[in-house]
């Protein structure tokens, strides 16, 4: 796979830039060679409609609709890999259509329109694009040969230009390279419906994750209320009233009650006070994300380092990414056998940065409950998550919550 | 069960899912000298136990493992459309007025509703228990007052004393008459006047057996 392209700047001349140029041309020259099936693919797409009135484009379209879509998901990949973007497919949806209404589906399709577009770019202006670069490159070894075998004039000035092909392979390959990637996804990534139907369709799941969440959470709250405190206090009106109750006929076993009752009154409060913290933690209520985490790192078994830095933010933000790095040192200390962890928290004007780390075995799945519970709270506010976890190597969860300043 | 034949020492039967409150349930009904011939925690053995015979009154939480709904409540009312007044006394941490009229509308008495707060006050609750075991009707003030609160303000209720509200909240409550007597401080006599007044008042059949003079309040209050 490709390294993505981050910059077209020439940069410093070293065994990396060498490297990525040199697979950057390869890449291009795969690029270039799909020209062929491009153009095949072109000419019987153009068939199909011409012969659709005919039927034949129908049994046609079967087969190079399928292909093109094929060819197409390739440069995607390719295309989001050097963009280190994913571009997802966003066709229309031929289930149960049947034989003759899929390709009537397709003929409405923009994007399978946009497909085609794409062959005809690929086999033209993109093949140039992608090819240069692997030209560039075998250029002077090519006119170095013509030069041994015939030393003509001709052969000789061509060698004087290809000595400088290098330097300019080394300018331009990424700036080629990067525009064919982004020709690839401007023509194939969707236009700007497709994309904000994809984005509101995100954020619907989304709403609806968040909604199923918080009603969980209340529904959480109350059977803790209803299990905890409320049983509790219940049980102590009962001591107190047979306690009141014996107290002249057997005043042993109304103290009895009446210490049973006290303790019990005890862990009432916990239960109230562990209620509490489930919904709003006082220390975020009152020192807002820096004293809530403080407060979280205080009682876990092992050192924690915590630097924050970012001013006051939106409640539901502060609160989200308090219960995060909650979850995310929960999970160090159940499962990381980590000797010491850190929270770094950064606000770069656009988005809150929040990492949490610890030096112990690694191996964390980013699916399991815990974190995939996580990112879904996250996603609601267009939040991310990543997780690297290398086996024996530590673990490090990345988490970025968009929260431009007002 | 017939209602007259009361045993000198009751038989209880109870289901609550917290142990804390299973246990202090028992021990009250223990020092009331009545006997628990059964524990259960959860809705599936309460099914199970009220089978039995040899109970004289059953004390259910509404919500009982293993989905916490209405699994008591729902156990209770099955029980008693099987074996019609089977004395149950329904305990619930919530005030729910539509629980209380599940229960009542199963029919023929000896039927309760209490908040488990009520439970702490030692001798009401065994008194509430004795009632309901007695073939009564207990319901918690709590949900009276709901009901009575509830009620639309350009309604008759309006046109009562004082006095004939809080006679009115208390026979909802199940109370008899001389129990009533005793609460406010008056003769039954005056009891009987004021219910006889509130009854004229309030357009309801006059009965004179207990269940149903509450059960004539409770449809007029929920209407």
Redesign the interface.
Known sequence: MPSPIRTVAPGPVDERGLVDRVRWSAVGLADFLLFVPSVVLFVLSLLCVGLGPLGVGFALAHLVVPATERLSALHRRIAGDLLSDDLPAAYADTDGRGFLGTPLVWLRDPARWRDVGHLAFSMSGGAVLSGLPALLLVAPLVHLGGFVLQRTAVWGLLLAVGLVCPLVWWLVTPALIRARALADRGILAGGRVERLEQRVADVEATRTESLDHSAAEVRRIE?DL??GA???I?????????A???LATDPAAAAALLREARE?TVSALEDLRSVVRGIHPPALADRGLAGGIEALALPIPLPVTVTVDAPALPPPVESAAYFAVAECLANTVKHAGATRAWVRVRHDGRSLHLVVGDDGVGGADPSGTGLAGVARRLAAFDGTLAVDSPAGGGTVVTMELPCPLP | MPAAVIPAVLRALVAEDQALLRAGLVRILEASDMEVVAEVDNAPMLEKALERADFDVAIVDVRLPPTFATEGLAAAVAARAARPALPVLVLSAHVEPLYARDLLASGQGAVGYLLKDRVADVDEFVAAVRRVAAGGTVLDPEVVAGLVAGSAADRPLDRLTDREREVLTLMAEGRSNAAIAGRLFVSEKAVGKHISAIFTKLDLPQASDDNRRVLAVLAYLQT
Do not use: Y
Not at chain 1, 234 to 242: Q, R, S, T
């Open positions: 059977r209803h299990d409320q049983a509790r219940a049980a102590v009106g009962m001591n107190v009233g047979l009141e109750k014996l019990t």
